[in-house]
């Protein structure tokens, strides 16, 4: 089980630096290299993308619309290890929502936070899952 922890972070972290390079201006929730010295290694990141609009209402719509384009994407360029949820410590795959309401521990709708989540597993083609964000962020307007 550990083995699969410590891979499961590895395939985070690589895609993470991925996401940076190829979309600088999302911002990435991910932890710190720093904790995960110190034996802290998740599979989760949340992904808030870059959005556009003259108003804050404006801005919403687009990113929502934004992350559904990236999550549908995902789902049906890879619809053998993409999955629509997040789920904690699968053996397979990647698992993408939003807003992740059983992460954040509200149900309440003003205080979803409507960012994207991944949850990466040890077990996935991470070129694919890369080569398809990178199509994902050349699509963008």
Request: with cysteine; hydrophobic share 35%.
């Amino acid at each position: 089980m550990n083995q699969r922890i410590e891979d499961a972070y590895i395939n985070t972290r690589e895609f993470v630096r991925f996401i940076n390079k190829t979309l600088p201006t999302a911002k990435i929730n991910f932890v710190s290299e720093e904790l995960a010295q110190q034996g802290f290694t998740p599979s989760v990141f949340s992904l808030d993308l870059p959005t556009k609009g003259a108003t804050d209402e404006e801005k919403e719509m687009y990113k929502r619309a934004l992350n559904l384009k990236l999550i549908n994407l995902m789902i049906t360029e890879i619809p053998n290890e993409s999955k629509f949820c997040v789920s904690y410590g699968q053996l397979k795959g990647c698992y993408w929502t939003i807003p992740a309401t059983s992460t954040q521990g509200t149900t309440k709708e003003g205080d979803k936070d409507y960012i994207v989540r991944a949850s990466l597993s040890p077990n996935l083609d991470l070129e694919l899952h890369k080569k398809v964000f990178l199509s994902f962020v050349k699509s963008m307007p």
